[in-house]
Nanobody, 128 residues
Framework: QVQLVESGGGLVQAGGSLRLSCAAS????????MGWFRQAPGKEREFVAG????????YYADSVKGRFTISRDNAKNTVYLQMNSLKPEDTAVYYC?????????????????????WGQGTQVTVSS
């Protein structure tokens, strides 16, 4: 059974930074792309960033491009989301996600329904 456990959320002032971590277990981590999503109150869960299985390819939502960086350490079975220049509109619960299918060739799923496993979420609150 795949398990994903996020950490690193918190309260930060606008312009500040946070680093989220997601520890994965239950299967060969390096064979799968990983993604980060977020959900603000009253809104749909949205894609934030994704990374290919090797880490060579990344993809970002336009709203975070240039401010957030996704990375992974396959030796530690962990994916990270470095968030800089945070804005109040970044306030949300952030979720780590993994697809059920093996992803090769640099592929990065970006649709919510392409991901099958989800962490419990970590709250990020950015004050103005």
């Amino acid at each position: 059974q795949v398990q994903l456990v996020e950490s690193g959320g918190g309260l930060v002032q606008a312009g500040g930074s946070l680093r989220l971590s997601c520890a994965a277990s239950g299967r060969a981590f390096s064979m799968y792309a990983m993604g980060w999503f977020r959900q603000a109150p009253g809104k749909e869960r949205e894609f934030v960033a994704g990374i290919s299985s090797s880490g060579a390819n990344t993809y970002y939502a336009d709203s975070v491009k240039g401010r957030f960086t996704i990375s992974r350490d396959n030796a530690k079975n962990t994916v990270y989301l470095q968030m800089n220049s945070l804005k109040p509109e970044d306030t949300a619960v952030y979720y780590c996600a993994a697809p059920n299918r093996v992803t090769t060739g640099g592929a990065i799923p970006i649709g919510r329904y392409e991901y099958d496993y989800w962490g419990q979420g970590t709250q990020v609150t950015v004050s103005s």
